[in-house]
């Protein structure tokens, strides 16, 4: 599948602080990808590398098939870019600050412009710096999407807003993403805000890439695992390398199969729990796997 977004071992120094080690990772063609991580992990960094805000220490990244060191008005053009606590020309009312950028783009789209404004019922003749911080959002997001950005990259974009807003929101992205055909790439430091959104997620932690998969093979080959171990069971079985995040509360232990597959899985757990009852085997929502992964500090991503 085709990538618009690429990072090839990117590492970004600020001092004797990595904000990025040999981080590579991909947004692919179409989809709506989750950049995830607790704060500092580095994503805000990685998406400004993306558009030439930061440039990197080491590595390379390729946006719309070019290295963003040598993007340019032209590739700026086709990515729409908002983020949280962005600058705006405050003084400038909605309908100025559109009006504004409408002739930077030649691909401005009237007739989205008007029926996004429609959507996100902006007053039209109030002053930036006077509109909440989920209308500033919206007038951002306008400003990003009338010109039919093939790359969105949304830095924190639900931070601040209330949930009602949020959804209302991440409805109308998913039905213009699903509509218009463009990618998104999506920096947050919680899960649940992209839970619905995401179909490719990118899991970063200290500036490391965890993960880079899709969140159905992710979802699909991780599980929660429960075992009650008899009385006199003794000390804990070493586990595979796949099983992690070991925890024991009683004779309960818990953890997670990152590469799962029933009859290997059987098989191995009949091996190291003998005599155990069958374990209880459970799916992860991505909230669930998001926090185990991180607490782990780990995750295979290669099974
Ligand atoms: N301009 C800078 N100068 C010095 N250090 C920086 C700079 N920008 C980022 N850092 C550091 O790099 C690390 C990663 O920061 P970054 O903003 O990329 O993280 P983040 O994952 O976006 O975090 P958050 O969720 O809190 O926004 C942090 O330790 C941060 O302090």
């Given at each position: 599948m085709n990538s618009l977004l690429e990072f090839h071992q990117v590492s970004r120094r600020f001092g004797r602080s990595n904000?990025?080690?040999?981080a590579s990772f991909r947004v692919p063609a179409g989809s709506i990808t989750a950049l995830l991580g607790p704060n500092g992990a580095g994503k805000s960094t990685a998406l400004k590398i993306a558009l030439n805000l930061v440039r990197p220490s080491s590595g390379e990244a390729r946006v719309l098939g070019a290295d963003s060191r040598k993007i340019g008005p032209a590739e700026l053009a086709r990515i729409g870019y908002v983020a949280e606590g962005m600058e705006l020309?405050?003084?400038?009312?909605v309908d100025q600050f559109l009006g504004w950028c409408?002739?930077?783009?030649?691909?401005?789209?009237g007739d989205l412009e008007r029926e996004l404004r429609k959507q996100f019922a902006?007053?039209?003749?109030?002053?930036l710096k006077h509109l909440s911080r989920g209308q500033r959002m919206k007038a951002a997001l306008i400003s990003a999407l009338a010109y039919r950005p093939e790359l969105l990259v949304l830095d924190e974009p639900f931070s601040g807003l209330d949930p009602l807003v949020r959804d209302e929101f991440i409805t109308g992205l998913l039905e213009l993403a699903g509509g218009e055909g463009f990618s998104v790439v999506l920096s947050s430091h919680d899960i649940e805000e992209v839970d619905r959104l995401a179909d490719h997620v990118v899991m970063l932690n200290h500036g490391k890439v965890l993960l880079d998969e899709s969140t159905e093979s992710l979802l699909a080959r991780h599980r929660r695992v429960e075992v009650l171990l008899p009385?006199?069971?003794g000390d804990l079985p070493l586990l595979p390398d796949t099983w992690i995040a070991p925890q024991s509360s009683g004779r309960v232990l818990r953890f997670a199969d990152t590469a799962h597959e029933t009859a290997r899985f059987q098989e191995a757990a009949e091996r190291v729990?003998?005599?155990?009852?069958p374990p209880d085997v459970q799916p992860y929502s991505l909230r669930e796997l998001f926090v185990t992964l991180v607490r782990a500090g780990k995750a295979d991503a290669g099974a």
């Open positions: 904000a990025l080690k040999d020309p405050d003084w400038m009312t409408r002739p930077l783009y030649p691909k401005w789209d902006l007053p039209g003749d109030r002053k009385e006199n069971f729990f003998p005599g155990c009852p």
